[in-house]
């Protein structure tokens, strides 16, 4: 047995020779393979992908490149602090994204390191752009020189720029709803005691864009105890006296009241005529504003006094012997905040008595 089991290791020994003899010929027949597996060089085409060609994309010679369907949203401030946010499909974003494709640049850009990048001290706009694919380019303008930053360039650019009637850098309107928010519907009623004819002229610190009817130089018309006004210019009949314009005022809210959306419309009219609206006068004020504002989780509401009465100086001949002037800051939140709550002012109304409300929502 063991004569038997010794000869069988001995064939297994003899095999594994044969084998360890045939193989250094496996190598000699692939050793030319060898070669050829590592001839294609890598670094051919890693150098092909290191000139960037897209380059010229990055910071064309003004910004026709730019489509709203890149970009994700616009952030807006300017040298006053104003600042505003505007995104896709709205008539603010597509009107700053037209000026965009129409700013001019001439000649080659200075470069700058990243780290100096700096918002210069004279009038400016400065404007970050999020693009869907994640890049973020930051620039400045002024009324000389375009900076510019990216997050797939190295160094910024500095363009001087070239007049091309879009006033990007002055024309502070185009913060829109945002660091110069409109001031919403102020209506304005007329209550004499008998037929009289009324002027009024309006002093606003900031930008009337549109009263009804036309204010020329203050408005005049003849109104009547019940609150109809006849316009003197044209002899068209009213019930009030409509304008709306933008301002810069440093609204505050250190107390105010905070409602659900859903709330809003009722809040709206229990206050409202606590303070001495008409149902008339609050229901017009309800029907403008609670349509903006009942979609909303939460609404942070104010009532300004005389933060409004500094930019909108209203001056009446004859002098009213009554002035009852609401204005409504508000502003969506999606959760509640602790805030003071406000006391509001009572108004009396008595002989010839002016009614006018407003509001401004703050982004």
């Known amino acids: 047995m063991l004569k038997k089991l010794f000869a069988v290791l001995i064939a297994i020994l003899m095999l594994c020779s044969c084998g360890v003899k045939e193989k250094p010929e496996i190598p ?63 008539d603010s974003f597509i009107e700053i994204i037209e000026k965009l494709r129409g700013f001019e640049v001439s000649g080659s850009p200075e470069t700058f390191s990243n780290e100096s990048f700096q918002t210069p001290n004279e009038e400016h706009v400065y404007m970050i752009i999020n693009f869907n694919s994640e890049k973020v380019y930051n620039l400045i303008f002024t009324n000389d020189s375009l900076k510019m930053i990216g997050h797939d360039f190295e160094n910024g650019l500095d363009y001087k720029t070239v007049e091309s009637g879009y006033d990007l850098f002055i024309d502070y309107t185009l913060l829109g709803g945002g660091g110069n928010p409109p001031t919403g519907k102020p209506v304005i009623y007329l209550y004499p005691e008998k037929e009289t004819e009324v002027t009024v002229n309006l002093d606003f610190d900031g930008k009337i864009t549109y009263t009804y009817p036309a204010i020329n130089n203050g408005w005049k ?9 006849t316009n003197l210019a044209d002899n068209s009949t009213h019930y009030y006296l409509f304008w709306e314009g933008t301002a810069r005022p440093e609204w505050t809210y250190e107390k105010g009241f905070v409602v659900k959306g859903s709330e809003t419309e009722s809040f709206l009219r229990e206050n ?92």
């Open 28 to 90: 000699e027949a692939e050793s030319p393979e060898i070669p050829e597996i590592e001839t294609p060089v890598i670094s051919e085409p890693e150098k092909n992908e290191e000139p960037i060609t897209e380059e010229k994309e990055i910071y064309p010679q003004g910004f026709e490149l730019i489509n709203e369907d890149d970009i994700m949203y616009i952030y807006v401030s300017d040298s006053r602090e104003n600042s505003a946010e505007f995104y896709p499909l709205t």
């Open 221 to 229: 018309v003849l109104a009547n105890p019940d609150g109809t006004l």
């Open 272 to 363: 409202l005529a606590k303070m001495g609206l008409t149902p008339r006068e609050y229901n017009d004020f309800i029907t403008y504003w609670v349509p903006k504002m009942q979609e909303n989780p939460y609404n942070l509401i104010s009532f300004s006094g005389d933060e409004y009465s500094e930019i909108a100086k209203l001056t009446v001949d004859p002098k009213p012997d009554s002035v009852i002037r609401i204005h409504m800051m508000w502003k969506a939140l999606d959760e509640p905040i602790e805030i003071k709550p406000q006391v509001l002012t009572t108004f009396e109304r008595k002989g010839f008595t002016l009614v006018e409300w407003g509001g401004t929502e703050i982004f």
